[in-house]
């Protein structure tokens, strides 16, 4: 079992940064992927960014690519999302996810409760 707790979201001005943070509960946290993803008004949940057990591996959507990074503290159970040049329609609910090896099942993954980002044009 694992808890996700998110933090870090706010309103922001475009083309200004943010950074989410995501602190998971538990001994095992080093066992799991972790990923982003958001959910805008009236749109489905996306896929945002994805970084793999060890941090080796990083994955990121289209729409995010060189402006978003995640990254994990394996000693804290953290995982990081820093977003830069944030554009209007990065506004969404960004809920932090783990995953072990289901293939990011939305069923079988934890999510964490989201946190709100607003980007004002």
């Known amino acids: 079992q694992v808890q996700l707790v998110e933090s870090g979201g706010g309103l922001v001005q475009a083309g200004g940064s943010l950074r989410l943070s995501c602190a998971a509960s538990g001994r095992t946290f080093s066992s799991y992927a972790m990923g982003w993803f958001r959910q805008a008004p009236g749109k489905e949940r996306e896929f945002v960014a994805a970084?793999?057990?060890?941090?080796?591996?990083?994955y990121y959507a289209d729409s995010v690519k060189g402006r978003f990074t995640i990254s994990r503290d394996n000693a804290k159970n953290t995982v990081y999302l820093q977003m830069n040049s944030l554009k209007p329609e990065d506004t969404a609910v960004y809920y932090c996810?783990?995953?072990?090896?289901?293939?990011?099942?939305?069923?079988?993954?934890?999510w964490g409760q989201g946190t709100q980002v607003t980007v004002s044009s």
């Open positions: 996810a783990a995953d072990r090896a289901t293939g990011w099942d939305p069923d079988a993954v934890y």
């Open positions: 970084i793999s057990w060890s941090g080796g591996s990083t």
